[in-house]
């Protein structure tokens, strides 16, 4: 196979291979075409990238530990390591594309955030980095998503932000995104967008990866000091994929097999799932060509997912690419199986893991065994905390009773 | 065959007439009746496809697309329906489609559109850069590719679109979604006058047009006036249309 430069996506077109690119209204091409310029002009600018890294260091609290996770090792006969992203100032990764991208709006003179929300996660991030800068903000999340994550509705109303309830289609993140463009092509000047995954029209997935490569960067390094060596696999979940693709990035050119695992829900061919790339099918939602869940007729489909992190029908278009030339493997993990990830990693480590992160967990735990090696060494993301689930296990434990 | 630059050339009227309709909304039984009826007041028709997550679109289209996608209307029935019915053949008529619904089969799918009688296609979510590789493969099906201007659109793409343009240019007059605005924006005006200076190509204003005075303010000014939202209320609300259809139709003479 010839080899590919995988560090050189996406190109000036903003494609990576055939995915990306920039589907959207002509009103939004102008914001867009100044948001990349921006980033270009700031991403070497000393005073911003010393002030990303004064807020990673002093307010999100990096670098974040690779943990050993001894117990769990022992049982699957493997060494596992988690990147404790779950340890960051509001309890998952996503604030460090919040931060990035506030700062980003701060030094365009923006005055107000808008963003989208499914678990509410990347809604708190945004409302934290919000407070933290004097902006006003924004937030845009389904109804069902507001019903099922009350805590973190009443989280952003703390913080000062205005949450919408988006009522239209299915009430989840992909609505909740729609909502969230129709606002920005309102108030392209005044408004900045700042999207929460590596999805929507470039230059997103490559700012948002940008801003969560810092998570592979610091295990890269915390792995050759602890292991000397590089891990055998990566292992994260996959939604739209910001998790998963700031670990798996500085990784790309190792000799380190890289798995990402999308949200199965109850079986591919139930036909209640979220797994996009697995599902096969290519599309254009929201900006970009990617793996896109869609019926015969265009019209993008319901997904289900046990986790609202996963719950999205695309799947960002670097990590398209990534599964259409081999070099990540994507499979999935069931409802079920991440459920077992969830129980095992709360009773042998006292983590309890976000549901997303327990996907990945589920994961290796369900297939260890096709792991060839002996002691395969595996850095799992964990990229948030459990808290926010708690809701959703205590229904299941009910239901199981009932 | 008329060619629809030609038709803005070699109009007769101030303002060529474009009304906006979603198809199979609120029936396609309905709608043949309508525009049947209707067709010599209609120079151009747009038909939108629905589609599950039309961002372009304010809330009143939002609605009807969802309402049609649930009744089962998509782009194959839609294809069908144009196939048995009198319409594309009577009416010059073009689609508002979003960019999923077609990019796979494209080609095929092109071909479908032009033994059905369409003239050309406007699709919302693909601005020139996307569309720009795909212009040869429209000519090909002698089909138009309608590409948009907005307000926020800079100078040197203007230069680029207008020279690049197949067909007549959809001005986008407002920074924000579809839907009926209560007057017409001083900057919207500024904004069309601005493109006019760029090109000879034919100018159509779209985008919060709701009464025949507005229509008359555009005169001299654009080509050709899209009105869609403002219908669409109508027939949501079971409204009857003929009349103020009529009306917005003689604004434009």
Known sequence: MKEIDLKKFPDERGYFGEFGGRF???????????????????????????????????????????????????????????????????????????????????????????????????????????ALFGFKCTVYMGEEDCKRQKMNVLRMRLLGAEVVPVKVGSKTLKEAINEALRDWVSNPEDSYYLLGSVVGPHPYPMIVRDFQRIIGDEAKKQILEIEGRMPDYLVASVGGGSNSIGLFYPFLEEKVKIIGVEGGGRGLESGFHSASINFRRIGVLHGAKMYLIQDENGNVAPTHSISAGLDYPGVGPEHSFLAKIGRVKYDLATDEVALKGFYALSELEGIIPALESAHAIGYVIEHRDSFPEDEPLIIINLSGRGDKDLGIIYGYLEGENG | MVNLLDKFREKKKSLLFIPFFVSGFPSFHFLEGFLIRNKDKIDILELGIPFSDPIADGPILQEINYRAMINGVNLGSTINWLAKTEISKKIDTILLLYFNLVQKDLESKLEKFREVGVKGLVIPDLPLEEAETLVPLFTKFNLDLILFISPTTREERIKKIVKIAPSFLYCISVKGVTGERETLLEESIAFVKRVRKETDKPLVWGFGIRSGEQIKTLKGLVDGVIVGSAFAKKILNNEDLQEYFDELYEATL
């Not at chain 1, 310029?37 to 999100?60: G, H, T």
């Open chain 1, 24 to 130: 959207v209204p002509e009103t939004l091409v102008e914001p867009l075409l100044r948001l990349e310029e921006a980033y270009k002009k700031y991403k070497e600018d000393e005073s911003f990238k010393e002030e990303y890294n004064y807020y990673l260091k002093n307010y999100v609290g990096r670098p974040t530990p690779l943990y050993f996770a001894k117990n769990l090792s022992k049982k699957l006969k493997a060494k596992i390591y988690f990147k404790r992203e779950d340890l960051c100032h509001t309890g998952a990764h996503k604030i460090n594309n919040a931060i990035g991208q506030a700062l980003l709006a701060k030094y365009m003179g923006k005055k107000r955030l808008i963003a989208e929300t499914g678990a509410g996660q990347h809604g708190v991030a945004t409302a934290t980095v919000a």
